[in-house]
């Protein structure tokens, strides 16, 4: 069964530092495409970064920035110069090229002033 | 500016009772999606619809029903079968072209507590 998994139910990084958060998935299929979203508390789901698996180079948006191991199947997010703006829920998601999206339980951030 | 709107921001259930969740997009988006959100857990998909007048289960359609007359409307009925429906329900858009490949865009979700 296709699983997503993110280890660390809670993190905190002090402002202006860098933090990753982890998440690891199992899957048989050789091309598909990995998503971090951030869930603020507003609880919108808002997307940050995706990586196609075909993909070598690891995908990067402004501070965000993953470390995307296919054959380890990690796939983990690095948040730069952490801000305030940043905390929140972030969740990891597996997509196979279907329309369903497989999720992790999620990663609550804390960014301390 | 174009987006995902959900309706109501918070729905209280009486016991026995059916509620309808509106969402409504305006991004010309084919595929639309629900899904539940639980405390500790991921989201889980219920009902997804890549076309008009079509729809399929996800993963825990049980107690719940959808509807699709519209490209801009997938409203989701919580019935009186799904016996723990406290949770917080988000919707999903997605142009059908790419799939699910460019990402999700999420309305802002609504949360429903059984009194």
């Known amino acids: 069964a296709q699983t997503v998994t993110q280890s660390q139910p809670e993190m905190s990084v002090q402002e202006a530092e860098t933090v990753t958060l982890s998440c690891t998935y199992d899957t048989s299929e050789s091309d598909y495409y990995l998503f971090w979203y951030k869930q603020p508390p507003s609880r919108q789901m808002i997307l940050v970064i995706r990586q196609e698996a075909y993909k070598q180079q690891n995908a990067t948006e402004n501070r965000f920035s993953v470390n995307f191991q296919k054959a380890a199947k990690s796939f983990s997010l690095k948040i730069s110069d952490s801000q305030l703006g940043d905390a929140a829920m972030y969740f990891c998601a597996y997509n196979p090229g279907t329309y369903k999206y497989i999720f992790g339980t999620g990663t609550r951030l804390k960014v301390l002033a | 500016d174009g987006g995902i709107t959900q309706s109501p921001k918070y729905l209280f259930r009486k016991e026995g009772q059916n509620v309808t969740l509106s969402c409504e997009q305006n991004l010309n988006h084919d595929a639309m999606y629900w899904y539940r959100q639980d405390p500790g857990q991921g989201l889980r998909l219920i009902y997804y619809?890549?076309?008009?007048?079509?729809?399929q289960k996800g993963d825990i359609a049980e107690g719940y029903s959808v509807s699709r007359e519209k490209k801009e409307s997938f409203p989701l009925t919580v019935t009186s079968a799904q016996k723990n429906p406290t949770a917080f329900y988000l919707c999903a858009s997605s142009m059908a072209t790419r799939g699910v490949r460019g990402g999700y865009t999420f309305g802002s979700g609504t949360r429903l507590t059984v009194v």
């Open positions: 619809s890549q076309i008009v007048n079509d729809f």
